[in-house]
């Protein structure tokens, strides 16, 4: 699915940086290793559209964890948090 998603914004946007990382939005770990990697492809440039679209549904509330990380419920760190988090270490380059 990255591979395509890579190619339909190549095929829009001919030389954009589309580069394909991975994000647990769940661990604030890879949030800021993803916002690092982020930031790296943008230095000079700068970020032109950030969306915060990833979600997680359908949990049933006997299936709800908490983040061993965060100790914080892991729908709740999905779905609002990471995002909150991410949006704030890509502030600089928006």
Known sequence: R???ARHAVE??????????????LENLTSIRE???????VVQGTGLQLLVLNAGVTGVGWLE?????????ESRF???????FYLAQLLHPVL
């Open 2 to 4: 990255c591979a395509d």
């Open 11 to 24: 095929r829009v946007r001919p030389g954009a940086a589309a580069v394909p990382a991975p994000l647990d």
């Open 34 to 40: 993803f916002a690092a990697a982020v930031e790296g």
């Open 64 to 72: 709800v964890r908490r983040s061993a990380l965060t100790h914080r």
């Open 77 to 83: 760190m999905v779905n609002h948090l990471g995002h």
